[in-house]
């Protein structure tokens, strides 16, 4: 499993203030580079969250109502707001080891304003739209959707290589929602999941604690 909070790496400079209002324990942060783009992954190892997230009210709601969590922790989501609200575009991203249970969360200017979520039930939230689902459960649907996402995030050209993996892979929803979330945070296509996992937790990192 896998919980972040990650931004792009020259919003850096807002984390330490974030991390103080946010958490309480020990934090983990490490810098990826991907290609001319970097990035900022941070994860608690041991941190808590100082308060409880402040979700929309439908989204509130149907956490209630269908008793499934969109993360693990409050940990992510409290400091994705923090992180927003001091200015950064902030991604929360979860997930299981096979990605039956995903969540990304886009927060800015201090709430979240985009959440997409698999899981025994799936769920996609924008304030324009409203609650609905990340993408139908037909594969040929999901492709089709998917394929027309990345290429509204980078262009046709560039979405080859992404879309051609994902579809190798039947488009599994959960890989799909994470993989289009990096893919629009980094502006290039990610690694696969499994190995995006690797090098974050083999990569070089800091300890930060916040009482």
């Known amino acids: 499993m896998f919980e972040w909070v990650v931004i792009r790496y020259q919003e850096r400079n807002v984390l330490g203030a974030a991390l103080g209002n946010?958490?309480?324990?020990?934090?983990?942060?490490?810098d990826l580079?991907?290609?001319?783009?970097?990035?900022?992954?941070?994860?608690p190892s041991g941190a808590t969250?100082?308060?409880k997230p402040s979700w929309p009210d439908v989204v509130a709601d149907w956490v209630e109502?269908?008793?499934e969590r969109l993360f693990p922790s409050d940990a992510a989501p409290v400091l994705a707001e923090e992180l927003s609200g001091l200015g950064a575009d902030v991604l929360a991203a979860y997930g299981?080891?096979?990605l039956s249970r995903s969540s990304t969360g886009w927060?800015?200017?201090?709430?979240?304003?985009?959440l997409e979520h698999v899981g025994p039930s799936q769920v996609a939230w924008t304030p324009e739209r409203g609650l609905g689902r990340?993408?139908?459960s037909a594969g040929r649907t999901v492709g089709a959707q998917v394929g027309r996402r990345i290429a509204e995030i980078v262009g046709d050209e560039k979405s080859a290589s992404l879309f051609d993996r994902l579809d190798g892979q039947r488009l599994a929803v959960g890989e799909a929602i994470l993989s289009t979330a990096f893919l629009r945070l980094l502006g290039t296509t990610p690694p696969p999941l499994a190995e995006l996992r690797g090098r974050v937790s083999t990569s070089p990192a800091q300890k930060i604690r916040r009482g």
């Open 49 to 51: 969250a100082k308060r």
């Open 107 to 114: 927060y800015r200017k201090g709430a979240l304003a985009e």
């Open 96 to 98: 299981e080891l096979d």
């Open 134 to 136: 990340p993408f139908d």
């Open 22 to 30: 946010a958490w309480r324990g020990e934090a983990t942060v490490a």
């Open 33 to 43: 580079a991907f290609g001319d783009v970097a990035a900022t992954f941070v994860w």
């Open 65 to 67: 109502i269908n008793e």
